[in-house]
């Protein structure tokens, strides 16, 4: 670096090598004086670098100029820069692995907490120095900014979306911008309301329509009860047709066609379902760690979204007293994987029985039961609410539905319509012309046709 201009950017920019990563203390600083003048933009030669290193009181430290002329002179091929940055990096890494398994030996031989919280407690260790070498530096402001008008400006020329993940409802993407990293959002309903089914179409919009990862735990259904789920959705075939088999198997039967042709979508999408029904907080934020890794291997990028289905189904902490502190552990758990994954998790929630006793049953945020830390861990909070699910004539049941989102920490609250397809179960968004609260059985049906299903 001290003798090739070229060789700055490929340390700095490619590998991304840090001073940390040295092994000696005058190393450390040299290499720190020379990202700081590449930072502003001068060059890197030995004039400069120690110019800077006596500006910053450090010449003597690193053994005075003699010794940083002595390290240019000792380079053989300045073209082999990368390679060299990188085997610097490996002992790196493996002097923090072995920094680990000391500190990981310390907990084991003093017992600190039990084995299993123990365990993970070292895989996200772990997970931590392969993955997030400097996850938990302070970073100036002025870094934080050049990132966002980066991601500001993308927007706005349309070479980005949306700055989270993207649910495929355009107007729930409207109003939160797509589900952003890091964030928790509770999805919370009364049963048969279609909470499971609404995430599941999130679940699918992602996977299937944007290719992106997503890790689907559900502690209600199993696989079979999932896959039957997600190719009725995809296919418009009534799930309940599709779990009974009363559809033609004949190869050049419409129907099995749009079988097939679901199965085929499903096939290539990365939708990972675990329905282990005893889960604990631990095993699961174990789960998703690895496959976060797995991901990264395969796509650069790791998963997108994390689902949990549903919340108070999760094995509790039975050293908590009360069912309040042991779901609040969970939505705290949950909230702290989102932030190490730096990904949406979306939990869902069961509502306390109390809206069915007010005139207007909407779903208010103190109707979340067991509500504990729920309510303050989440970033955003969604209520699905359907008003038919309280009529009891099946005629005057017209599918519309609405997501009203009660809490959003960085934005807007207010209500996205949706029309719901029992049948299938699915949702879908209405026309313009039907609102939620002003449609029909036949509107619903022309809509769903239109699209499609």
Same mark, same amino acid.
């Given at each position: 670096?001290?003798?090739?201009?070229?060789?700055?950017?490929?340390?700095?920019?490619?590998?991304?090598?840090?001073?940390?990563?040295?092994y000696?203390?005058?190393?450390?600083?040299?290499?720190?004086?020379?990202?700081?003048?590449?930072?502003?933009?001068k060059?890197?030669?030995?004039?400069?670098?120690?110019?800077?290193?006596?500006?910053?009181?450090?010449?003597?430290?690193?053994?005075?100029?003699?010794?940083?002329?002595?390290?240019?002179?000792?380079?053989?091929?300045?073209?082999?820069?990368?390679?060299?940055?990188?085997?610097?990096?490996?002992?790196?890494?493996?002097?923090?692995?072995?920094?680990?398994s000391?500190?990981i030996?310390?907990?084991?031989?003093?017992?600190?907490?039990?084995?299993t919280?123990?365990?993970?407690?070292?895989?996200?260790?772990?997970?931590?120095?392969?993955?997030?070498?400097?996850?938990?530096?302070?970073?100036?402001?002025?870094?934080?900014?050049?990132?966002?008008?980066d991601?500001?400006h993308?927007?706005?020329?349309?070479?980005?979306?949306?700055?989270?993940?993207?649910?495929?409802?355009?107007?729930?993407?409207?109003?939160?911008?797509?589900?952003?990293?890091?964030?928790?959002?509770?999805?919370a309903?009364?049963?048969?309301?279609?909470?499971?089914?609404?995430?599941?179409?999130?679940?699918?919009?992602?996977?299937?329509?944007?290719?992106?990862?997503?890790?689907?735990?559900?502690?209600?259904?199993?696989?079979?009860?999932?896959?039957?789920?997600?190719?009725?959705?995809?296919?418009?075939?009534?799930?309940?047709?599709?779990?009974?088999?009363?559809?033609?198997?004949?190869?050049?039967?419409?129907?099995?066609?749009?079988?097939?042709?679901?199965?085929n979508?499903?096939?290539?999408?990365?939708?990972?379902?675990?329905?282990?029904?005893?889960?604990?907080?631990?095993?699961?934020?174990?789960?998703?760690?690895?496959?976060?890794?797995?991901?990264? %291997?395969?796509?650069?990028?790791? @998963?997108? !979204?994390?689902? #949990?289905d549903?919340? $108070? =189904?999760? &094995?509790?902490? *039975? +050293?908590?007293?009360?069912?309040?502190?042991?779901?609040g552990?969970?939505?705290?758990?949950? %909230?702290?994987?989102?932030?190490e @994954?730096? !990904?949406?998790? #979306?939990?869902?929630? $069961? =509502?306390? &029985?109390?809206? *069915? +006793?007010?005139?207007?049953?909407?779903?208010?945020?103190?109707?979340?039961?067991?509500?504990?830390?729920?309510?303050?861990?989440?970033?955003?909070?969604?209520?699905?609410?359907?008003e038919?699910?309280? &009529?009891?004539?099946?005629?005057?049941?017209?599918?519309?539905?609405?997501?009203?989102?009660?809490?959003?920490?960085?934005?807007?609250?207010?209500?996205?319509?949706?029309?719901?397809?029992?049948?299938?179960?699915?949702?879908?968004?209405?026309?313009?012309?039907?609102?939620?609260?002003?449609?029909?059985?036949?509107?619903?049906?022309?809509?769903?046709?239109?699209?499609?299903?």
């Amino acid at each position: 670096m001290l003798v090739s201009e070229p060789a700055v950017n490929r340390v700095i920019d490619d590998v991304r090598l840090k001073a940390d990563d040295f092994y000696l203390d005058r190393h450390r600083s040299i290499y720190a004086v020379m990202v700081e003048l590449y930072g502003a933009d001068k060059p890197c030669d030995q004039l400069t670098v120690n110019e800077a290193l006596a500006g910053a009181g450090l010449l003597d430290e690193v053994g005075g100029k003699n010794y940083v002329f002595e390290l240019s002179a000792k380079v053989s091929a300045p073209g082999n820069v990368r390679h060299h940055a990188e085997i610097v990096k490996e002992h790196s890494l493996l002097r923090r692995l072995l920094d680990t398994s000391h500190q990981i030996g310390t907990w084991v031989n003093e017992r600190e907490a039990p084995a299993t919280e123990l365990s993970e407690r070292a895989e996200a260790l772990l997970f931590n120095v392969a993955h997030k070498e400097q996850a938990g530096d302070f970073r100036r402001l002025n870094e934080v900014l050049d990132d966002e008008v980066d991601r500001l400006h993308r927007l706005a020329t349309g070479d980005l979306r949306s700055s989270g993940t993207n649910t495929g409802f355009i107007r729930l993407d409207e109003m939160t911008g797509g589900f952003q990293p890091s964030n928790l959002i509770i999805v919370a309903a009364r049963p048969s309301v279609g909470k499971s089914a609404f995430v599941a179409n999130i679940a699918e919009n992602v996977a299937v329509g944007e290719g992106k990862s997503v890790a689907f735990f559900s502690l209600e259904m199993s696989e079979i009860e999932l896959a039957q789920r997600f190719i009725a959705s995809q296919s418009g075939i009534p799930g309940d047709r599709l779990r009974k088999g009363k559809i033609s198997a004949n190869d050049k039967s419409r129907e099995w066609k749009k079988v097939i042709e679901a199965c085929n979508k499903l096939d290539q999408a990365p939708l990972f379902i675990d329905v282990t029904s005893d889960l604990g907080l631990l095993a699961l934020r174990a789960k998703a760690r690895r496959l976060h890794a797995q991901e990264q %291997k395969r796509n650069g990028v790791g @998963l997108s !979204l994390i689902i #949990v289905d549903y919340l $108070q =189904l999760m &094995r509790m902490d *039975e +050293s908590k007293s009360s069912m309040v502190e042991k779901v609040g552990q969970i939505s705290r758990g949950l %909230k702290l994987l989102a932030n190490e @994954l730096e !990904l949406p998790v #979306v939990a869902l929630s $069961q =509502l306390s &029985r109390a809206n *069915e +006793s007010r005139p207007d049953k909407r779903p208010v945020l103190s109707d979340l039961r067991d509500s504990g830390n729920i309510e303050q861990d989440a970033d955003l909070v969604a209520f699905l609410y359907r008003e038919d699910v309280y &009529r009891r004539d099946p005629n005057e049941r017209d599918g519309t539905a609405e997501v009203i989102i009660a809490k959003h920490r960085n934005g807007p609250v207010g209500m996205a319509p949706m029309a719901f397809m029992a049948t299938i179960p699915k949702f879908v968004e209405p026309a313009p012309e039907h609102p939620a609260g002003e449609g029909s059985p036949a509107a619903v049906r022309a809509e769903t046709e239109e699209a499609g299903y």
